[in-house]
């Protein structure tokens, strides 16, 4: 049966270049959020922050552009938005 895709985006951040500035905390503060060192971090459903480096969490539909426009602005170019077949499809690595 071949495989069914789904829409459903995932976001990581790549800390290594966070300004800190905190427009994605503006933006969409469901899913990302400052820890204590001041850089922002993707946050999940459980409202656990994901720590580990390219740790990735589900975009939630409602929040979809709010996401992409966080990666699109973002200054540190350090969002990144993925589709499930792996495609970057807002932030540095989009086409
Ligand atoms: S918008 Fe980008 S650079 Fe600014 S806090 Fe969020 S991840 Fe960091």
Redesign the pocket.
Known sequence: MAEVATDQLQVW???D?????????Q?APEV?E?DVDG??YVKGTDGELRMTPGDRVDVPAHLRLEVID?AK???????HVVRDDGVEIAGPDAD
Do not use: K
């Open positions: 951040v790549d800390q270049l966070c300004t800190g500035d905190g427009l994605c905390v933006y990302f400052f850089l922002a966080s602005e973002c200054p540190g170019e350090c969002i």
